[in-house]
């Protein structure tokens, strides 16, 4: 068997394809987060409770009115969304103009007490969610066990990250967007409502986040927690990104997989940490993140 | 009466009511003076320490960010490289009297401080905070592996020893007496920063950073000298709480540290001398007097809704608040 | 001289009568202090419902033990050895608190139990794992009573090596817990024949499993164990079974598993894994009427560690209440001297160095078909005695060991 730095191929291979599935969910993850700082300036620290709230969804809707898994991968997000409107419209509303900090203080405050008192609720030792039958099993590539839900997961990412990155950047509705964020007084004079634009656009961010959310219920123990851990990672991979590039979000997330993948190879204790490295890297070189813009 | 009768007058007044305010502080200070020498009678002293630890950890963060404008993510890092300095120090060097273990562990967190600010002074705005808690991770992942820190275990068993080899420290009020001069001792260094020229400067950085350049201030180096001092106050606060509460561990260095130091200079008030003090108070004894009651599963919610609370309502915190009040109504 | 010694048995007897002063209760209350963790990671295992086992223990006697009060107090630890220090000092130096009870991360009961042992109070240590806490950190003021980290590596590994697991890979969480966990374990398994194939050290906490679970498949190991807790080993476990792990013929090895746990996972997706435990709520008669009681009082089926706060309560109010003093040394006597024959175990004892010994359990997790209920999950394979359970005093390294 070829070896590479004491690592067999195979498990390269493995690790490699890994990283990309952890790249994917770590790119629909900062999507959100990108689109909602990017177009808002809002620096949205519940993102990590949305995802959790998108999971901790699908398993009470299944739980106890039997929602399937395809019905939650759309019913939750829409749920998360508008309890993203309604944050957006009852609160970030009021510090709009404000500096971007009293977002991520105000976004925090909301994440403590979305977890709080979930937690208080649920508790923190997870709660079930079974694979749904159709994705049980997998298949041997060679090198790997590649479960069937894995290879979905990445379909799935990635199809809604480009097909978002499609809607703001190269449609009509995706320039109101920009517009209406950029010169929100000439937006409201063409007629067109900028303050529900808004409340959407966050709507639409969060959305994402409990996107992802729903994708990890099957594999991953769903606690109220869950979010709090995987944030600031996903933040860092929009800075190194740039803020507010939702291509770099995208790309960056994708990366980033990889490179903790092989860390975990290589180097195990340190693949919590590498992206932290990465990013104090970056931002030496770049300021404003691989593919962030000078403001 | 002339021009200048006029305006001779009106700077007499201006002087009168500034003396008077002058008198008003000089009273309320010595009443707060005696406050505090009195409360290790009336409260429990350790519990007081904890308070003026973080207070004086609030204070040296809000030197950056209130005073300065810079939001640093990152400040448990310095708090927690004071704290396990002095402890691995003091645990391990039993000649080392008190003080030498608390100046190593401060001059520890101003040498680490240095390297931060000169790693991100040139980013803005949240990619300054960015920065920072980049750094800080990789601080809290070095603290984490090393052995000295005794991992998620903690570092246990720091002697509180002897000050200056004569003062027995293990006795909470002598403690108490030692923490509290080294607190006021920083409360009056950062009240005459923040008054001096130096201090001037700071806070046109902070409302206008071109403006300060093109008054020719090389205003990088401003920046890096407030955030050092900042770090080096941090590592003291850090490195007395290692000594008060003879461990250190890593919640100090956890990322969460660094969200509740804005959270009690936020409510106190971002920018004032008491505000980070008041604000320091009020946390510690929420989180306390929660912890121990029926409301104890609900602290973090509640600290949650704090957070929306002064953000929304009061983002200048409770002393920003009344000062405004007060010169509305009264000044 | 008659009168000489009439004299001195008076001065004898007096000064008796000043020694029995000390032996009553200071206060005329016991002030029992609950310090756990209520919202975080560990708040399952023993937390809100560790709170309740603990009232229970108290309503069992009548609120009141040889006429004197018996209050509780509870705090949060979140945690932080921090908080856990403060709270604890404030408690025993400034409200009285005669015991402290709870104590789950080890973090945290070793910092609590420095400040116990500095004001000569007691504690009564159940959710932590570490057998460092009666080992290296043992004081004489504290008492490791549910289980501890070094019954975790002779009940399973033993079991598991001799049905013919030979080579292991262990996925180890990095910090102090997982790092002793996985010499414990290491030295099991080569003690009786096996070999450790490789280990990998992950980040505390993983979310994603994927990468490590791949690398130890990778490994053709016989075994994969798991020196983790809680939402690291649940994830471990989830992937696992995504990944075929044990399909592919290896086996998966929970080092500490709770039953909260367990319960979380689902039989569907923890069945057949191999365990070790301290209690079960179905392992008797006993344990079920008092488990039954408990599920009235919470809705949940306790873990061990409910079960061993509950135990540990009423030895210790049962002390009191022979002694009829709650001077820390006259209990932790008292309680040392009296076998332990409860709902909890038979014979247990507690040794000098305070590691409460007695018979621990290897258990396996029942196939969904097997289980009956949505609590009924494990079937007990082997009692662990006592004696193998837990580290002899010969290799001990407490101050309090005699040997030593």
Redesign the interface.
């Known amino acids: 068997m070829s070896m590479i730095f004491g690592v067999p191929m195979a498990v390269l291979s493995g690790q490699l394809l890994i990283g990309i599935i952890n790249g994917a969910f770590y790119a629909l993850l900062s999507l959100g987060l990108a689109i909602i700082f990017g177009l808002l300036k809002i620096i949205n620290f519940a993102h990590g409770a949305m995802y959790m709230l998108g999971a901790m969804a699908t398993v009470i809707m299944f739980d106890a009115l039997d929602v399937n898994y395809w019905v939650a991968l759309f019913l939750a997000p829409v749920l998360v969304g508008i309890v993203g409107v309604f944050v957006e419209y009852f609160l970030l509303r009021r510090i709009a103009g404000q500096d971007h900090i009293y977002s991520l203080l105000l976004t925090f405050g909301v994440a403590l007490i979305m977890q709080g008192v979930l937690t208080n609720i649920y508790g923190v030792s997870g709660l079930r969610y079974a694979m749904p039958d159709m994705f049980k099993g997998g298949v041997n590539l060679g090198f790997m066990f590649m479960p069937y839900y894995r290879a979905w997961v990445i379909v799935a990412a990635l199809l809604v990250c480009f097909g978002t990155w499609f809607m703001v950047e190269k449609t009509k509705l995706g320039a109101y967007l920009r517009a209406g964020t950029e010169d929100s007084q000439l937006m409201q004079g063409f007629g067109i409502n900028v303050p529900l634009l808004v409340s959407l656009t966050y709507g639409f961010g969060v959305m994402l986040a409990a996107f992802a959310g729903v994708l990890a219920a099957p594999i991953y123990s769903v606690t109220p927690v869950m979010g709090s851990h995987i944030l600031i990672v996903v933040f860092a991979v929009v800075v190194i990104g740039g803020m507010g590039s939702i291509g770099g979000a995208i790309i960056t997330g994708i990366l980033m997989g990889v490179v903790e993948g092989l860390t975990k190879t290589f180097y195990p204790p340190a693949s919590s940490a590498v992206i932290f490295l990465v990013m104090v890297i970056v931002l030496m070189i770049r300021p404003h993140g691989l593919f962030g813009k000078e403001s | 009466m002339s021009q200048i009768d006029i305006q001779s007058s009106i700077q007499k007044t201006i002087l009168k009511q500034q003396k008077a305010e002058d008198r008003r502080k000089l009273v309320l200070n010595g009443i707060l003076l005696m406050l505090l020498l009195l409360a290790p009678f009336v409260i429990?002293p350790?519990?007081l320490m904890?308070i003026l630890c973080f207070a004086l950890f609030a204070a040296a963060f809000n030197l950056l960010f209130g005073f300065t404008g810079l939001?640093s993510f990152g400040h448990a890092a310095f708090l927690a490289t004071g704290g396990y300095t002095t402890g691995y120090l003091l645990s391990n060097y039993s000649g080392l009297t008190t003080e030498m273990g608390i100046i190593a562990g401060t001059l520890m967190a101003t040498v680490l401080g240095l390297g931060f600010a000169l790693?991100s002074i040139?980013?803005?705005?949240?990619?300054f905070?960015?920065?920072t808690?980049?750094?800080a991770?990789?601080v809290?992942?070095f603290f984490?592996?090393s052995s000295f820190t005794?991992?998620?275990?903690?570092l246990?068993?720091v002697p509180r020893g002897e000050l200056f080899g004569l003062i027995n420290l293990e006795d909470n009020l002598n403690m108490y007496y030692f923490v509290l001069a080294v607190f006021l001792a920083c409360y009056l260094l950062i009240q005459r920063i923040v008054s001096s020229p130096y201090g001037h400067v700071l806070k046109a950085i902070k409302q206008n950073e071109p403006r300060a350049v093109s008054l020719g201030y090389k205003v990088d180096r401003y920046k890096v000298l407030a955030f050092v001092i900042s770090a080096a106050l941090a590592g003291l606060a850090g490195s007395m709480?290692s000594v008060v509460?003879?461990?250190a561990?890593?919640?100090?260095a956890h990322?969460h540290m660094s969200?509740e130091v804005?959270?009690m200079t936020?409510v106190g008030g971002m920018g004032t001398l008491l505000g980070p003090v008041l604000g320091a108070t009020l946390v510690v004894n929420i989180?306390?007097q929660l912890?121990?009651g029926p409301l104890?599963?609900?602290?973090?919610?509640?600290?949650?809704?704090?957070?929306?609370i002064?953000?929304?309502a009061f983002?200048s915190g409770i002393v920003g608040e009344v000062q405004k009040f007060v010169r509305k109504n009264i000044g | 001289m008659t009168i000489m010694k009439k004299l001195l048995t008076s001065a004898v007897a007096s000064a008796m009568m000043v020694g029995g002063a000390q032996a009553e209760i200071s206060n005329n209350t016991v002030k029992i202090g609950y310090l756990a963790d209520m919202s975080g990671t560990y708040r399952d295992l023993a937390g809100p419902n560790g709170l309740s086992a603990l009232e229970m223990a108290v309503a069992d006697f009548g609120g009141t033990v040889k006429g004197a009060k018996i209050e509780i107090v509870t705090a949060d630890d979140r945690n932080s050895p921090d908080v856990a220090s403060s709270t604890v000092r404030r408690w025993l130096e400034n409200d009285n608190v005669d015991m402290v009870a709870g104590l789950v991360a080890s973090s945290v009961t070793i910092a609590a139990t420095k400040v116990i042992e500095e004001n000569n109070k007691l504690g009564l240590v159940n959710g932590s794992a570490a057998s460092s806490i009666t080992n290296e950190h043992c004081t004489p003021n504290h008492i490791h009573y549910t289980y501890d980290t070094y019954p975790l590596s002779v009940g399973t590994p033993t079991a598991i090596v001799k049905e013919g697991g030979k080579s292991w890979y262990i996925l180890t969480a990095d910090y102090a817990f997982g790092h002793s966990l996985e010499s414990d374990v290491t030295r099991m398994v080569e003690s009786n024949g096996g070999e450790i194939v490789d280990s990998i050290r992950h980040p505390f906490p993983t979310p994603d499993f994927s990468s490590f679970i791949l690398q130890a498949q990778a490994s053709g190991a016989d075994v994969v164990a798991l020196a983790n807790a809680g939402a690291d080993t649940t994830n471990a476990i989830t992937t696992a079974s995504e990944f075929g792990l044990t399909q592919s013929g290896q086996t998966l090895a929970a080092l500490l598993l709770f039953l909260t746990d367990v319960h979380a996972l689902g039989a569907e997706t923890a069945q057949g894994i191999q365990l070790t435990t301290g209690w079960y709520w179905d392992k008797d008669k006993e344990a079920r009427a008092w488990s039954d009681r408990f599920m009235k009082e919470t809705g949940v089926r306790p873990t061990m560690v409910h079960a061993g706060i509950y135990s540990s309560t009423i030895q210790y109010l049962n002390a009191i209440e022979a002694t009829g003093s709650d001077d820390s040394q006259t209990v932790r006597k008292q309680m040392m001297d009296t076998p332990i024959n409860d709902m909890f175990t038979k014979n247990g004892r507690i040794r000098e160095d305070g590691r409460m010994v007695h018979d621990m359990y290897l258990a396996q997790v029942k196939t969904p078909e097997e289980s009956n209920s949505e609590w009924d999950l494990y079937k007990i394979l082997r009692t662990i005695p006592a004696d193998e359970a837990f580290r002899p005093l010969s290799d001990s390294k407490c101050k309090l060991v005699s040997s030593n």
């Open positions: 429990y350790v519990f904890k939001l790693l040139r980013r803005q705005g949240i990619y905070a960015m920065v808690l980049a750094l991770q990789l809290f992942f984490v592996q005794g991992g998620e275990d903690g246990h068993g709480k509460f003879q461990l561990s890593l919640n100090d990322w969200g804005i959270l936020l989180e306390y912890g121990q104890r599963d609900w602290v973090d919610p509640i600290l949650g809704a704090i957070f929306v002064t953000v929304l983002r």
